[in-house]
């Protein structure tokens, strides 16, 4: 074992959330960087699912059953694997947890004291969380409750590494599996353009994307789409009332559509963020289903075919014909594919930042993250995290950013019509 840090012996590694290509190569990297130095690695098996549901005496924590110690051995031919080695899920122990004062109260933080003294009980020294903007969250209310420990109590440091193929996080310019989803996606709708093209028709796809509309402006750049929205281009030409407008939005289908038929072309293919789906009326959001961190469940709403099936109604009050138009959903399918070369490395220096971010750099409440040549760097939870609410900050697209005009330019130049703007009405 190095000489530094000596009070990281033992070390915790959670996964939580949905999978990301390159999942194996930060687990492989940081877990390998541990055991190499003479440090054990506990991997807990499916996010917090058995951590938060941890009790001393009637559901203590097993071996092999809730978690493994990694072996050298284990990290063969890891690096480039496919889905998560020690499983995932979306186990939320920081639920309830609105603002700070609410780390005071003890019912809403019994899931997060149970993480805690399961890693105490596990005599583990730190935890390496790996997941997206609630597991952020998760790991900031764990660092943030311990401060309220009696001075005396056992403390375990926090340090982060961001996923999420959506590539919204604050601190880092890209996440793993971002272009890994981008590219299977792309081809999945290269795909349904080459469908369009043979049957003079319109595919309306939706892609992952929470919040923001960095994965569908990658798809529908890379992917040759004719258009691109989303939430960041929800201005006052789309919405109602202060929401998205599927009739506005069907309309603006439709008049891509009419400008295209104008110019003897007849099919074509439409992008959608999933996020768009968050800027619905209430009325249409009442009741839909949500994940254990309160978000909408997207997938049972189907954001591309209300917007197809609207178009294609608009379309024919429109012109008095009929037009196919299908709506159709793409993210699953990337969420687990092979990493692509540049994720393999980018999660590879994310599992080495978090060794080096406890050990060498002594942090505790810190992300890993890198910029410029995959340089490591450390950005602090309080830098990432609203103070009031304690939610990860979102990173949207800037209007008017490059790559927000690097969209809208490659969607005007498909098929070489420069003249296309979104948004100015063509009857």
């Not at 403390?155 to 193929?165: A, F, G, N, Q, S």
């Not at 930042?353 to 950005?379: I, N, T």
């Amino acid at each position: 074992m190095s000489t530094k840090s000596r009070d990281v012996r033992r070390v915790g590694l959670v996964f939580s959330g949905g999978p990301a290509p390159g999942a194996n190569a930060v687990i492989a990297a940081a877990a390998s960087s541990f055991v190499e130095d003479g440090r054990e690695v506990v991997g807990f098996f499916h996010g917090y699912s058995n951590l938060q549901d941890y009790h001393p005496v009637t559901r203590r924590l097993l071996p092999d059953e809730h978690y493994r110690i990694f072996e050298p051995r284990d990290f063969s031919g890891l690096r480039n694997s496919r889905g998560v080695l020690i499983g995932t899920a979306r186990a939320n122990p920081g639920r309830g947890v609105m603002c700070p004062a609410d780390l005071d109260d003890p019912a809403k933080t019994a899931k997060l004291r149970n993480v805690y003294n399961a890693l105490v009980d596990l005599d583990i020294d730190a935890l390496v969380s790996i997941g997206g903007d609630g597991t952020l969250s998760t790991a900031n209310f764990l660092y943030e409750w311990q401060k309220r420990l009696p001075e005396e109590a056992r403390r375990v440091r926090l340090v982060h590494v961001p996923k999420t193929i959506d590539n919204d996080y604050f601190g880092i310019d890209f996440t793993f599996g971002f272009f890994t989803a981008a590219d299977v996606m792309t081809h999945g709708l290269k795909n349904f353009r080459a469908d369009a093209i043979a049957t003079s028709s319109y595919f309306v796809v939706e892609t992952m994307g929470r919040k923001s509309g960095w994965l569908s402006y990658a798809v529908g750049i890379a992917g040759e789409a004719n258009l691109v929205v989303a939430p960041e281009d929800v201005d006052a030409s789309l919405s109602e009332g202060g929401h998205l407008s599927i009739e506005r939005l069907a309309d603006r289908i439709v008049d891509l559509i009419l400008y295209r038929e104008k110019r003897g072309k007849h099919y074509g293919t439409i992008v959608l963020a999933e996020g768009l789906v968050e800027l619905l009326p209430p009325e249409t959001l009442e009741d839909a289903p949500r994940d254990q961190h309160g978000n909408v469940a997207h997938g049972k709403l189907s954001l591309a075919q209300m917007a197809a099936r609207r178009a294609g109604e608009r379309y024919e009050e429109r012109t008095g014909q009929r037009k196919k138009l299908t709506g159709v959903a793409l993210g699953y399918e990337a969420r687990s594919a092979a990493p692509n070369a540049f994720d393999v490395m980018l999660g590879s220096q994310l599992g080495i930042g978090a060794y080096r971010a406890l050990v060498e750099e002594g942090l505790d409440g810190h992300m890993v993250s890198v910029r410029g040549q995959l340089d490591l760097w450390y950005p602090a939870f309080s830098e990432l995290i609203d103070p009031e609410t304690m939610l990860a900050t979102i990173r949207y697209i800037r209007p008017g950013s490059d790559y927000h005009r690097l969209a809208r330019f490659m969607e005007t130049r498909t098929d070489g019509f420069a003249e296309w703007a979104p948004g100015r009405r063509r009857e």
